[in-house]
């Protein structure tokens, strides 16, 4: 079959039909193409494809103006992305995240998608995901990959230690991902004191580390009020941090008026 001519679909949002076209070309690329190299070419331009199909202009200028600073960004949609990530992590997910391109903002988000998607535990994905975190160079990335990954809920000990390895990561994003996987999924009573704890001991002074912690802090209050407004009252977060933690407590739909009126008092 000759996919570099093969179809190429071009709605924002697959049909059913389009969705089944998909499922249908990844599972021949991986019937077609035992040698590694051959399925590399065949795989990143089937990809490339896609993803030039599916972009648009004015959503590319949106995205670049949320992201600024990030550069190859294409402008397609986060769902059509995660529909393409969901037939890819249905196939050889391994080869493809070893020998995926990084030329674009999407292509990056992809692999993040596919970590997720795949069927596999910690074991088998700690690997690429420590090759796909230096990747990470935007909050958009970040974010969306921690919505995927859920190896929290599944092996939840055994990920909160993989977490803590990059707790004081140098890299900005690093530590991002690990401040948003435990305001997704370990704001419990379970470990609700390890992650104030967490968030207390990062020391990188990066903005966007600094908007994760307002925002875990923010989760923590939400859920269990009487028991984080005591870290509330004393923590190491610099004034920045701690205002913003409060800001996003105030904003709060699931949070009383009278609690938002205490919680404004403790504005430094």
Request: some cysteine.
């Amino acid at each position: 079959m000759n996919w570099s001519n093969s179809t190429i679909l071009s709605p924002s949002f697959y049909t059913d039909y389009e969705h089944s076209i998909i499922s249908r070309q990844i599972k021949q690329i991986n019937v077609d193409t035992k040698n590694k190299n051959t399925y590399n070419t065949i795989m990143n331009t089937w990809i490339k494809q896609q993803l030039e199909m599916q972009k648009e202009s004015e959503f590319q200028k949106f995205t670049a103006g949320l992201l600024p600073g990030v550069e190859h960004i294409l402008g397609v949609r986060l769902p059509a992305l995660r529909k393409m990530a969901k037939q890819l992590a249905r196939g050889d997910w391994q080869t493809y995240l070893k020998t995926a391109c990084d030329d674009s903002y999407e292509e990056i988000m992809l692999q993040g998608m596919v970590l997720g998607y795949a069927k596999g535990n910690l074991l088998e994905k700690e690997p690429f995901l420590r090759a796909f975190l230096p990747k990470i160079d935007n909050w958009s990335v970040c974010d969306s990959t921690c919505c995927s990954i859920k190896l929290a809920k599944e092996q939840p000990e055994e990920f909160w230690n993989f977490l803590l390895e990059y707790l004081h990561s140098p890299r900005e994003y690093e530590v991002r991902f690990v401040l948003v996987q435990i305001l997704n999924y370990y704001v419990n009573q379970d470990y609700l004191s390890r992650v104030l704890q967490a968030v207390d001991s990062v020391d990188l002074k990066r903005y966007y580390v600094k908007m994760a912690q307002a925002w875990a802090v923010s989760i923590c209050y939400r859920d269990f009020p009487e028991l984080t407004l005591p870290y509330l009252k004393a923590n190491r977060l610099d004034d920045f941090t701690h205002n913003k933690a409060l800001q996003k407590i105030t904003e709060s739909l699931k949070v009383s008026k009278e609690d938002k009126a205490y919680i404004r008092t403790l504005k430094r």
